[in-house]
Structure formats: structure tokens, C-alpha cells
């Protein structure tokens, strides 16, 4: 074997330790990625789980059919806190999804880089402002405005929290749609609100959802908002402007350290309710996602 020979054979063997190598560092790495992903979502499962296993046994019809009872009585059901907190995050929903969508839309369409830094600058403080201070907020802008507590105040409070989401969502969705497609729709002459609204928006509207999704579950979880501008009641509601609310987030902040076992067996399975309307909505918006790309 020639001395050329043996340097080649000697450079295969380091290229090949070298290839082995970093196998095994890809492998390592690899496996702690996925045991840090665990670690991460161990939370989320172990509180699923328990809020299912503690309220798992109160799901029945009358459950859902029921009014929340009074502190001796027995039975009861949370039908009327699922009615009113369908209707706060409607009214929610109404207030804050187009405004958020039309801000999205302008902040990533129209508006100038040095406006749209501010913008997004206090959309990201607001996302950060806690739930009480929004509360208080209502408190002093509606309720004393319109002199009592409502529903409208309720769903108002909720809309100032989902409106940075909506917001920022939609502004990231917008911007991940290639510039080629805006710059194709204009060269065919398409109008720049044309573009946007017929070609960009559809594009990102997957992402859209999925944003709003999250920002009503938000507000389906909210408590603190609720405490401040809709007076509790265990009764069904009666419409928009009605001043007693019953709502899932407040029947389990009541309920949760109350002395009575029925009304903690009651908070454990308002939770669970709480928990399967966010799962729901969450299902129906990867449905209908997957529906428009088709």
C-alpha cells in the first residue's frame, strides 16, 4: 500500500468519526428537544386531566339544563352561566373582531413604518395590561356612565382584551404572505384594497382564526372584568342591556372555595365545560381552516 494510499485511507476514517459524531450530538440534542417539549406541555395535561376527572362525574342533562343553587340546596346545574357566557363573548366577539381584523389589515397594508411601530408598540402593552385594571376601566367608563351594571359593560371589558390579540394575529398573519402574491394581483390590475381583500386575506386567513380562537377563549376564561361591571345572578339572562349575568369563570370563582360540597362539585364541573368550549371552538376553527385551503 502506497504512502497516498494510506493518507486517503486515513482522511475516510476521520470523515467517518466526524459523520458519527455528529450523529450523536443530532441524536442528544434531539432527545432533549423532545423531553423539554414534554416538560413544557406536562402542565397543560395534568390540569386537563384533573378538572376532567374532578367534574367528569357532574356531566348530566340537568348539568347543562340547571341553574347554579343556592348555598344549602342540592342539585342544580350551570345552564344559565353557559347561556351568559356565550352572550358576554358574543358581544365581545362582535365589538372586538372586525375592529382587531381592520386594524390588522391596516397596520400591515397601509400604514407607514414609523406609525405602525407606535401602533403595534401600545397593542403590545395593552395585551399586557391585567384583566383587573380593564375591569375597573369599564367600571368607570360604562357603569357609571350608563348608571348601572350590564351585560354590554361586561362584553365591552372583554372586547378591550381581545382586541390587542386579534390585532397582532391578524398583523403577523398578513405579513406572512409572500410579497409576490400582492405584487401578481397589482400587476394584473387589481386595485391595492382589492388586493387585500381578495387575495391577501384569504391567504392568511387560517392564521386569522386561529388568532381570534385564542382570543375568545381569553375571554371566555375571564373573571376579574366580569366582577366589576355584571352583577352575579344564578338566573337566566335576559338580553344585552340585563344587569344580572351568571357566567362559567365567575359560577367557578364563587363556587371553588365555598363550604358546600355541591357547590365545589359544581366549580369543578363548570371548568370542565369552560375547558370543552374552548376545545370546541378550537376544533371548528382548524375545521373551517382546513375547509377554505380546500
Known sequence: MTSQQLENFGDRDI???GLEARTLIDRILTTVAFLLLGIAILPLFLVIAYVTIKGLSRLNFDLLT?????AMESGGGIGSAIAGTLLLV????VVSIPFGIAAGIYLSEFSSKKIAKWIRFFTNVLSGVPSIIVGIFAYTVIVLTMGKFSAFAGGIAL???MLPIVVRTTDEALQIVPQEVRWASVGVGASSFHTVLQIVLPAALPAVITGTTLALARAAGETAPLIF???Y???WPDGVFDETIPALSVVVFNFATS???NQQELAWAASLILVLLVLIASILSRWMTKKQQY
Do not use: C, K, M, N
Not at 358574543?90 to 366577539?93: R, S
Open 90 to 93: 358574543a358581544i365581545a366577539a
Open 259 to 261: 363550604a358546600f360540597d
Open 233 to 235: 345572578s344564578p338566573y
Open 15 to 17: 470523515e467517518t468519526s
Open 229 to 231: 361591571t355584571v352583577l
Open 66 to 70: 340547571g341553574i347554579p343553587p343556592a
Open 159 to 161: 372586547a378591550i382584551l
